[in-house]
């Protein structure tokens, strides 16, 4: 039997749920843990195909976003995985410091890996790569949404300039129709525009140690290495897991998103459903604002059975991480305030939110779910208690993903 297993590194949860969707679509069985699993934890990890390391890594200082990828790099390697897989975002999430250059780089000499691929090419939902430029549903990357975003903005859609500001080694873009020139560590931005193209990147990086991209080529590239193949983890019933999780209140949303699609996605859901809207203001008092919240949640309950969702984003966003942690810690204490009340099913709209909700709820670990719309799968927690989450990425689903979401549960 082929025992060749994967290990993933994902610099933010959301991208690693995405992930993790995708390498289920390919028939793998997929553990995805927040965080570094503990010697206890590893025990869960054995019958998996699949390990996805999610860390909260993408907008922190660049060099504790490299110490905890070579930290998970080290503990996949301790678990016999040879083959491994660095998760970024589609839209290269990132600024001048890093961390997706000096991360690839730490990662890519720790393996001895010369030459690394990176391909965050997600055709199905948009994002195409030609001749080193990102583009997302046909507008190049620098006059997209992602020019707006909060920690990230994103400003120049040429990566092979982006890459190069954050890396020693250097940077070259790779056509599909060029042959590789040998050559001392290089890392190659490779042009994908269909799915066709992945599958050729894939091929070229079959030797590969270590393969870089978001989260559609990764399928491709474990299938095309030969991965061993469990098919999906049976969601219903999961050891430890008796039943579904319990619904005693209605799913809440929480949006933490400033993106377009998320906007897009709150306008549609408000035409059915309360939201509230929270206006960010200078010097807010985060307590006070948990507190008001869950306020405002339990008089909608009193409609009952009636979903609700919470939003904090906005496009004239005050850009200061200061104020954007302060965001995350109002979310992940209201996701907690919201349990304590009984709520166990979540849908969370960004990947910095989603990061900091998870960790507010002590989740270490899930399974993969269905998928609800491309990149986003339904997951169950492991371990007492389970609850349901979906973990957006702020830019991923159609207008009406959040109404989706809801319906298809029900
Ligand atoms: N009104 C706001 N002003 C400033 N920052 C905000 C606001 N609302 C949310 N944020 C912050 O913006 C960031 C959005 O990032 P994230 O959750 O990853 O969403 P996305 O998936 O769209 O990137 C989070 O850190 C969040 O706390
Ligand atoms: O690759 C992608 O686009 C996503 O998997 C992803 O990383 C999303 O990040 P957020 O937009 O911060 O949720």
Redo the contacts with the bound molecule.
Sequence with gaps: MNELRLGCIAD?Y??AT??SAMLVREGFRVIQCFGIPTADECDALLDADAIVIALKS?SIAANEAVEQSLAALRLLRSQGVTRFFF?????F?STRHGNIGPVADALADELNQEIVFFC?A?PE?G?TVYCGHLFVDGVPLHESGMRHHPLNPMNDSNLVRVLQWQSYRRVLSLPLSDELPPSSPVHYVVDAINDEDLKRVAERAKSHTMMTG??AIAGRWASEIGVRRSGAYPITSLPGQTNPPRVDRPGVILAG?C?DATARQMTEFESRYPVLRIEIEEGFDVPDMIESTVDWCQQNWQHAGQPIAVSSGTKTAIRTNETATKIESFFAGLAVALRDEGVTQFIVA???T?GAVVNALAIRAVRIGPEISP?VPWVTSVGPNPMLLAL?????GGDRFFLDALESRS
């Design positions: 933010d959301t991208g995405d992930l993408r998760k970024y975002c589609s839209t999430d965050p997600f939902n994002r978001g989260s998103s993106s960004g990947g910095e989603s990149g957006k990425s702020g830019n991923f």
